[in-house]
């Protein structure tokens, strides 16, 4: 198996044991030595401070690179921009640009602000012009949503790295033979930058199926039958969770992917042992150095 790179995602906490719960988290995955770590934004900008905190605290605290997910979602350029500056001068050089959700949720037809910036590939250029910021964006092995096209879909993940992305981080999947098709489908359509595959263990498997439905990644049947009548029984559900995400990560390294991004929800126990099954482990010698990190 060749050299793994792995990074880790997570979002903004709201309480006090929701910042124990996402430093503890960091903690135990710092001495991985990540590729980076990313934040994610709420929906219609709904948690910027909070994103802005937890950014800048792992930038500060930490010496894991760190990434900001920022979305063009209800906010002027001017906004998006004064955002932008603050982050590069925080030392925050790596942006997740992202068009978002709308307002009233994914599902419902996006507007674009009259000042804002219109999708993912405008927010990317925008941050460019401001300060050569590393630039990942958000990519669709199952087509988006809004993409009236597969064509029209790889297009605009074309306009992203015109933009100057340098790597896109897949939606969540859990077929890996979709995952593998769009690969190479974009490599014909003359994208090469990593096509990154965002690996979503399976927590609550009733939400999970709605946020599916809502994102347009297939649930296989094999999933359904393994989670059925866990609904009330955890302790097996993350037994079944760990064994499914472990055979997926697992079937995609011997296919060839070198890099995994984890959608952690900030949860440390899933990420930590997958990583450990493929091999990414904290070295003797760098664990002094990953305890800094931390
Ligand atoms: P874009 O790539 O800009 O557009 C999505 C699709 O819409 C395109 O493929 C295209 O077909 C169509 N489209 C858009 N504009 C045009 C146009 N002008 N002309 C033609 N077609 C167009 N959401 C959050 O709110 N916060 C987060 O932190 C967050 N993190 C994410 C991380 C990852 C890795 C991924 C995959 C998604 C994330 N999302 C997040 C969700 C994301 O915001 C939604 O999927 C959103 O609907 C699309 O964002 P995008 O940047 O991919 O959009």
Known sequence: MSQLHVSFEFFPPKTPAMHEKLWKSVE???????DFVSVTYGAGGSTRVRTHETVGRIARETKL???????????????????????????????????????????????????????????????????????????????????????ADIDMLKRKID??????????????????????????????????????????????????????????GRLVKLFQNLDDDPATRQLISATVAAEQCLDLAEHGVTHFHFYTLNRDDLAYALCHMLGVRAKPRSAKGAADAA
């Open 28 to 34: 135990k995955l710092a001495p991985l030595r990540p």
């Open 163 to 220: 933009a100057g992305a340098t790597r896109a981080i897949t939606q969540f999947f859990y077929d890996n033979s979709v995952y593998l098709r769009y690969v190479e489908r974009v490599r014909k359509a003359g994208v090469d930058i990593p096509i990154v595959p965002g690996i979503m263990p399976v927590t609550n498997f009733t939400g999970l199926r709605k946020m599916a439905d809502i994102c347009g990644t297939t649930i296989p």
């Open 65 to 151: 690179p760190v990434a900001a997910h920022l979305t063009c979602v209800a906010a002027e350029k001017d906004e998006v921009d004064s955002v932008l500056k603050d982050y590069w001068s925080a030392g925050v050089k790596h942006i997740v640009a992202l068009r978002g959700d709308p307002p009233g949720g994914p599902g419902d037809p996006y507007t674009s602000h009259p000042g804002g910036y219109a999708n993912a590939a405008e927010l990317a250029a925008g941050a460019r012009k401001i300060a050569p910021f590393e630039i990942s964006v958000g990519c669709y092995p199952e087509k988006h949503p809004d993409s009236p096209s597969f064509t």
